[in-house]
């Protein structure tokens, strides 16, 4: 059973340029969540998709945003990049757990970006 | 407001046991988690414990959960080289439908010597 894949797995942007991210997540599994981990912030909450609908949304500007697919894949966008946006994005699968129950990400194994 | 603490590094010895802590501040948290992330990777499940138990145990890890004081532990019993790592706490609330905003602690970045 294939994990959860993120691409690219590196990159390197430059201040004012935008990056898209992309994520596919476990098949079956129709949540997806968006992480950012940072060494000073540690891992902030970015959004979370179910059936292409954000579901939930974390405390960063509207520079970053997300969309789902049909297929349950997913994307995240940031515009204008800004030095303090390199950081490890991490996506997350799980099966919608509905109002009660554990929610069981897994995680994929990030992408790393960096704003020179 | 929502807010997971732990410690930031543990050192011991090969065979030793581990005993990483966590506390929390929301008490409407339904589940609290363990995950474990190694080097170049993303964050694997180790466990996790629904808030109305007092204790798991899963092989060489067992969790305890004290509710009244908003505090959980994670030991992790004959710890061996390959647990070395950092493990992150974090807890869910239970928002009716919103499944993936766990709120994590920093993280305890875990040395084994051996």
């Known amino acids: 059973k294939a994990g959860v894949t993120q691409t690219p797995r590196y990159l390197i942007k430059t201040r004012g340029q935008q990056v898209t991210l992309s994520c596919s997540p476990i098949?079956?599994?129709?949540?997806v969540s968006w992480y950012q981990q940072t060494p000073g912030q540690g891992l902030q909450f970015l959004f979370e998709?179910?059936?292409?609908?954000?579901?939930n949304k974390g405390n960063f500007p509207g520079r970053f945003s997300g969309r789902q697919f049909s297929n349950s894949r997913s994307e995240m966008n940031v515009s204008t990049l800004e030095l303090g946006d390199s950081a490890l994005y991490l996506c997350?699968?799980?099966?919608?757990?509905?109002?009660?129950?554990?929610?069981?990400?897994?995680f994929g194994a990030g992408s790393r970006l960096t704003v020179l | 407001g929502e807010d997971v603490e732990q410690s930031l590094f543990l050192s011991v010895r090969e065979g030793d046991s581990s005993v990483i802590n966590c506390t929390y501040t929301?008490?409407?948290?339904?589940?609290l988690y363990w995950y474990k992330q190694e080097p170049g990777a993303g964050l694997q499940l180790l466990t996790y414990?629904?808030?109305?138990?007092d204790m798991k145990q899963d092989q060489r890890l067992t969790v305890l959960l004290n509710k009244k004081d908003k505090h959980l532990s994670l030991r992790i019993a004959d710890t061996q080289t390959g647990d070395s790592a950092i493990y992150f706490c974090a807890e869910s609330m239970n928002y009716g439908g919103s499944q993936g905003n766990l709120i994590f602690g920093k993280g305890t970045k875990l040395s084994v010597k051996p």
């Open positions: 998709y179910f059936s292409e609908t954000q579901r």
């Open positions: 414990i629904f808030s109305n138990m």
């Open positions: 997350a699968s799980s099966r919608d757990r509905g109002s009660s129950g554990a929610n069981v990400l897994t």
């Open positions: 098949s079956g599994h129709r949540s």
């Open positions: 929301d008490s409407s948290s339904t589940y």
